[in-house]
């Protein structure tokens, strides 16, 4: 094959490359937007000192959220030993890392000076749920880049090119259970925390209690594995060489139901225990989001779409078996931790408590992102999605069936040694 | 297939290792850097704003604004309507609460902000990230955001003043520093916060009526200090326990 018929046209308008070629678009338009932001500074959002939190935010939290699949199956792999679900582990791995991605492409966007990004790690304090959170975040990067990198090296091209690199690359699989132990420690401080991190605050009545934590790390464990299952499932039915073991897939998804069960369970209890104490500004922030602007969110959105229906689908074997509903309730759990998220950020903002004396009232106000913030969160979910196709097509992270495990490669290799004892 | 593990596994340990060097590194470098060490200071300042004086003439917030540079579309001390008593306005200024146990010191994640042993929670804008955790965090909103880049001449300037300190650039959070610049040059020329005008905060002078008093809580001779024990006062949102340094006297039944 020549180079010519490399690049003729028929080669090159493939669905796939279109789909690429919009997602580049899209990346494109948010990278506009994002010089945008540099250059112009924040006043092109439409957050203000009231609400100095917004669409970023919740793009942030919920690519981290979508993410636990990572420490959760490489958990279930390496610690609990459930050796099955490994090529599962590797799709949450990848997943997990480009979500990692797009939450710092997202925070350098957000915060007033991206050039000081470095100075949580320099200037410590131990006392701040952010720093944690930001340590957490940085380190658990680091252990999903390591944990990724043996995808890497085990592609033809390093293994043809850079042999060498190749090798240190794969030999770094050795460490899976090492790095799976550390990742579960860092993701349930840094996925429970982002819920603490509103939770401490006491300016801020809705927010300030310790359920946000638990409910946190419980939704990011439904949405993440939902995501990984969801990416490897559109994987296969759009890319032939992408090939899965359904019946792990519906394995996952069975579990995925039963962890929703626990946080519906939880969510309900969070809710209605807020009703027992009054404190100025709670059960406004409550009715604010049961019968106020963010009611529809809630019950449809978080409730009934986010964990009721894909409950009932996912527990019922005959509705899970079906493909295309099963991947209907995964999307539908990924949604609903987005509009959790999102309610959540948004809430202890939009209910405002003020501080004159003997007349503590509430005040309701609003926020709704400007058109540079849609662009470049846009732009950021086009990464994502870029980074997961390419991965799905050139680094093979869906495939069930013709991944090497290292012990094996290994283990020939020394049996081939001539100064083999036995 | 042993040796090939245990390659690996000090492979593991030294990068653990190396992490755990840079972190330690890290935390040396903070250390030798930290702006404030703890210690004492003989000194509590604070501010006592008195309802009964103050006409909302806004006297303070423009000569705030030029003293520390701030721009037109952020107030350091605000003033407020609080109420009415018949037909007469009550008002509220509120600058920064300088809070003891401040929420926005506990949030800040790079130590941008801290209280000082004075009892002044300060901003070191050259450490700010701009996460923008700390309005968040504070029940006054008492902290602003830069969301713009403020170029070009100060309003306020030089009607209602000088600026003292620098301006801050975009993307940092800032708020009330009690004039901390007057306050520590002024003891360093013997002269008494609260007392002397040049060292004693903008928006106390500027003001015509004498509603703000400043002083020193370890002092009983000084004037908050007198007042606070002859006068009843209030501060806000008392029930979160964030201890404010500015008290406040209420509209008083006798004078009124």
């Known amino acids: 094959m020549n180079k010519l018929s490399l690049l003729s046209p028929r080669r090159l308008i493939t669905p796939f490359n279109i789909f690429l070629a919009f997602l580049l678009m899209i990346c494109a338009a948010g990278v506009v ?47 609990l030993g459930l050796k099955k679900f490994q090529p599962v582990a590797r799709t949450a791995t990848f997943v997990g890392l480009i979500g990692y991605s797009m939450a710092m492409l997202c925070l350098v966007m957000d915060i007033g000076r991206p050039d000081r990004f470095w100075h949580g790690f320099v200037y410590w304090n131990p006392h701040s749920v952010l720093w944690e959170v930001t340590m ?94 969801l990416v490897s499932m559109l994987a296969s039915r759009t890319y032939k060489k992408a090939r899965v073991n359904d019946d792990l897939l519906q394995q996952i998804a069975y579990f995925i139901g039963w962890v929703l069960v626990g946080y519906v369970y939880f969510r309900f209890w969070d809710a209605f225990s807020m009703t027992y104490t009054v404190l100025p500004g709670r059960t406004e922030g409550l009715h604010f989001l049961t019968k106020g602007p963010f009611a529809f969110n809630f019950w449809v959105g978080e409730i009934l779409l986010g964990a009721i229906v894909p409950i009932v689908i996912l527990l019922t074997k005959r509705y899970r078996q079906n493909q295309v509903l099963r991947m209907v309730a995964l999307a539908l759990v990924v949604g609903g931790v987005v509009a959790y998220r999102w309610d959540t950020n948004l809430a202890g903002q939009l209910v405002l408590l003020t501080y004159l004396p003997n007349q503590i009232e509430t005040l309701y106000t609003t926020y709704f992102p400007s058109l540079v913030e849609f662009i470049t969160g846009a732009g950021v979910v086009a990464y994502g999605v870029l980074a997961i196709s390419l991965g799905v097509r050139y680094l093979n992270i869906v495939d069930h069936y013709s991944v090497p495990t290292e012990e094996h490669a290994v283990g020939e290799q020394a049996q081939a040694l001539p100064a083999a004892t036995d | 297939m042993a040796e090939e593990k ?232 008392e029930d979160l326990g964030t201890n404010p340094h500015v008290y406040y006297l209420p509209v008083r039944e006798e004078a009124a």
């Not at chain 1, 609400?51 to 690519?63: E, N």
């Not at chain 2, 703890?38 to 003293?67: E, F, N, Y």
């Open chain 2, 6 to 237: 245990k390659l690996n596994r000090r492979g593991f340990l030294k990068i653990a290792a190396a992490g755990a060097a840079t972190l330690t590194g890290f935390r040396i470098v903070e250390l030798a850097t930290a702006s404030e060490t703890g210690g004492s200071s003989p000194h509590q300042w604070v501010m006592v704003i008195d309802q009964q004086k103050c006409i909302g003439c806004g006297h303070c917030t423009l000569a705030c604004r030029a003293t520390n540079d701030v721009p037109p579309d952020i107030s350091w001390t605000r003033v407020l309507e609080a109420d009415n008593i018949g037909d007469r306005k009550v008002f509220l200024p509120r600058p920064c609460q300088h809070c003891e146990h401040a929420p926005c010191v506990e949030v800040c994640m790079v130590k941008a902000t801290t209280r000082r042993p004075d009892g002044i929670v300060v901003m070191d804008y050259d450490r700010c990230i701009g996460c923008r955790y700390c309005e968040v965090a504070c029940p006054y909103g008492a902290r602003a955001f830069n969301w713009k880049e403020f170029d070009g001449p100060n309003p306020a300037v030089p009607t209602w003043g000088t600026p003292e300190i620098p301006r801050r650039p975009r993307g940092v959070v800032e708020k009330c520093s009690f004039c901390y610049q007057r306050i520590d040059r002024g003891l360093e020329r013997g002269l008494k916060p609260g007392v002397d005008e040049d060292a004693t905060p903008a928006c106390v002078i500027a003001c015509p009526m004498g509603a703000r008093i400043f002083g020193d809580l370890n002092d009983p001779e000084s004037e908050v200090s007198k007042l606070l024990a002859d006068y009843p006062y209030f501060r806000l949102r």
């Open chain 1, 136 to 229: 957490c975040i940085s380190l658990y990067f680091t252990v999903l880049a390591l944990e990724a990198l043996p995808i890497i090296g085990r592609t033809p091209f390093m293994q043809q090119r850079l042999p060498w690199l190749s090798t240190r690359m794969t030999g770094l699989h050795a460490l899976a259970p090492a790095l799976a132990i550390a990742g579960l420690a860092l993701s349930s401080l840094h996925q429970s925390s982002l819920g603490a991190m509103y939770g401490i605050l006491k300016s801020r009545p809705i927010w300030f209690r310790p359920d946000l934590s638990v409910l946190f790390i419980i939704s990011a464990i439904a949405a993440g594995v939902s995501m990984t299952v």
């Open chain 1, 33 to 79: 937007g994002a010089l945008i932001v540099f250059t112009q500074g924040l006043w092109v959002t439409n957050l203000t000192d009231l609400v100095p939190w917004g669409l970023w935010i919740t793009l942030d939290l919920s690519s981290i959220a979508l993410s636990a699949g990572a420490f959760m199956l490489c958990a279930a792999v390496y610690i």
